[in-house]
């Protein structure tokens, strides 16, 4: 049995993260958000009411459970701020249980203005992000300019490098794009009043996951994002700029790959995608309409349309190699109910070929035509079914065919929005 739980996305995002990591919650100690910001839009049903999460952990609902945000994250402080008052408005206590990472970067109005005007500038082209200053943020931490939670701590420290990055900044913001220019005094006189409030959260949060994987703790690791949005492994450019894959975990929380036992990848039973990029499977016209509108599939953080197209076993395969996936969820079955045939995808036609992996080259993703398997599908509800046997036979077919496919166990299934709208075949935590 494990100890150390991975559930991470390996679509496009959107797979329902937050409403597994919700119900996987209860048998948790921990659970620890290792990558991106407040980009993610987590949803989670609790007595019939919907939270987003974007930056804590979906675990946050559960009172006595601590919540980790790592070194891998990037976070908006204004944000964070929202999130929390918005928690304990909704009569979420918060102390204890949730610890911000030292490392983990921060977040400055300054990445916001900058990205808006590099998107607007790619005019066609753009990436369609969420404009949450998730990139221009990351290009400061890899750049080694970024301003860290610890600097927080330090207003000197913090002063000094806000003034070194705007001098560099501001003559682009205005001379290369005609925007606004930030100063110096406002932008850290408004980030003293975050230190001030976030201090408290402040902790070394890499020693303490770690001790609590020495304790015999069970921790749960939170992924954002998906396995196809990923900076190395995504449909680049067209990516997010984390690592949302298996391993960012190991830098994004500080833990060593010895540690994790178990790796999850939550499947969404169609494919989504929002922003722009390639993507195979997408149906165009009225049936991926009609799938958007059952499947409720609007942007949780920015309330866009999201594309909607059949399962990719090519992206799957992919996706189930690189993680190094020891189990999947598939959610959304429910989505399905009634579509009379299915379709899967098991290979791209480029040129006349076949292909059956996942290619590298965007031109070529771009210019892929899906090679379709149809399944017949089910007329039965499987919305809110708990137990395995009670699925109609041709969903545990489709279920048992994606497993097959992918040589990789379907471990838990969900049936609906809401945290017991689970079938758990397999428990991970003892
Ligand atoms: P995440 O970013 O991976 O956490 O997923 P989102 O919250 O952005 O999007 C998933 C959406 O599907 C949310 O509105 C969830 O409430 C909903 N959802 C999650 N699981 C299921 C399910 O099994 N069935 C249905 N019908 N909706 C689900
Ligand atoms: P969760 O955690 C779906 C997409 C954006 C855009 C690209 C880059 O809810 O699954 P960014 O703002 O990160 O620079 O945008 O990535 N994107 C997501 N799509 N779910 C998400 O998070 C996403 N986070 C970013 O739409 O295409
Ligand atoms: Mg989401």
Redesign the pocket.
Known sequence: MAKTVVVL?TQW???????IVDSLTERADLVVRFQGGNN????V?VDDK?IILHLIPSGILHEDKLCLMGNGLVINPKALLEEMKELTDRGIRLNNNLKISKNAHLIMPYHLAIEKEKEAQKGKKKIGTTLRGIGPAYVDKMARIGIRVVDLLYPDVLREKIEANLTELNPVLSKVYGAREFDTEEVFREYMEYAEKLMPFIDDTDIIVNEAIDEGKKVLFEGAQGTLLDIDHGTYPYVTSSSPTAGGVCTGAGVGPTKINTILG?VKAYTTRVGSGPFPTEIKGPFGDEIRER??EYG?TTGRPRRCGWLDFVALRHAVRINGLTGLII?????LDGIETLRVCTAYRYEGELITEFPKALNILEQCEPVYEEIEGWTESTRGINDFNKLPENARRYLKHIEDTLGVPVDII????KRD?IIILKEHFE
């Open positions: 996305g995002g959107d797979e329902g993260k937050g409403k993610a839009g987590h949803t049903m919907e939550v499947g409720g949780a959610t959304k079955l429910d989505v969900s049936t609906g929005k709208d």
